[in-house]
């Protein structure tokens, strides 16, 4: 965008213009769109369904998204959708008054899996796991009901990383969120473009936006969760070698299945001397 007179999407209206925000803006901008175009994202012509919590991750997510598509640069229809969950004190008119400001086409669902998750897990628990599997069965009904093809998270580089560890430490395998995947019903697309986006770059644009960020409390309520013992040990991994959590990254995109220890992935008894080998570890 230009953001020259009336060449400014309301979303980015009052936009800071240090050049310490510019350069952080276009960054965001550069990575979502490397991101789209990477992993095949774009079908001309279709609608998104993109969904927004109301957190830092999903305004940055609708901002880069609609400044793409505000260039010419992601030619597809994006609806803006909060499931409103039922929380107690969840302040319900703040994304609906938003979005209506900003002119952004929307929909706002009420669903109550609060009161399931409440009822379904056990004092001290985590309610993550079912919370995610409600919402995601909501969005899925929801895109279905409004023609999306697809729905888009907001889902970042850390999230990304997070998963890889829990499912490491606590999964035994090796895997992670990918940034773009089909349903298990084979219907619909699941895309997350801020994949190559750190964290602190949301929370920074977000902020410096001065966007009404809800926080999540149900989650947030929870002491001791393990994804958050996992950004913790990356944290520490970060202040003691600034640079490790994009190296991580750079290495989830960079692997040799013939250096790893799965023969689903690689025919290590099919191996053989005489034909070229895959290299000295």
């Known amino acids: 965008m230009l953001d020259e007179n009336d060449d400014i999407h309301p979303l980015f209206a009052g936009a800071p213009k240090s050049t310490e925000f510019k350069k952080l803006r276009k960054r965001i901008v550069q990575n979502v769109r490397e991101a789209v175009d990477q992993y095949g994202m774009i079908e001309p012509g279709a609608r998104w369904l993109v969904c927004l919590s109301g957190g830092k991750d ?144 949301c929370d920074r644009f977000a902020r410096a936006m001065n966007y009404p960020i809800i926080p999540c409390d149900l989650c947030g309520s929870q002491d001791g969760l393990q994804r958050m013992q996992i950004k913790g040990l990356l944290d520490q991994w970060e202040r003691n070698h600034p640079g490790r959590r994009q190296k991580m990254f750079r290495a989830l995109m960079n692997t040799r299945p013939s250096h790893l220890l799965d023969p689903a992935l690689f025919d290590f008894v099919g191996l053989t001397r005489g034909a070229p080998g895959s290299g000295d570890s």
């Not at 628990?125 to 279905?144: D, E, H, Q, V, W």
């Open 58 to 201: 999903s305004y940055t997510l609708l901002a880069a998204l609609t400044e793409l598509q505000w260039r010419g640069l992601l030619p597809v229809e994006i609806l803006a959708c909060n499931l409103d969950q039922g929380q107690p004190g969840f302040p319900a008119t703040v994304l609906p008054e938003f979005l209506e400001r900003m002119g952004v086409p929307h929909r706002i669902e009420y669903a109550d899996t609060y009161s399931i998750v409440m009822d379904k897990i056990p004092q001290g628990r985590t309610f993550c796991a079912l919370c995610s599997r409600l919402r995601r069965g909501n969005l899925y009904r929801i895109a279905r009901e409004e023609g999306c093809s697809a729905v888009v998270l907001g889902h970042h580089r850390d999230d990304i990383l997070e998963t890889f560890f829990l499912n490491l430490f606590h999964g035994s395998r090796l895997a992670t969120m990918p940034p773009k995947l089909v349903n298990e019903e084979g219907d619909l697309f699941v895309y997350r473009p801020l994949a190559h986006v750190a964290e602190a770059d």
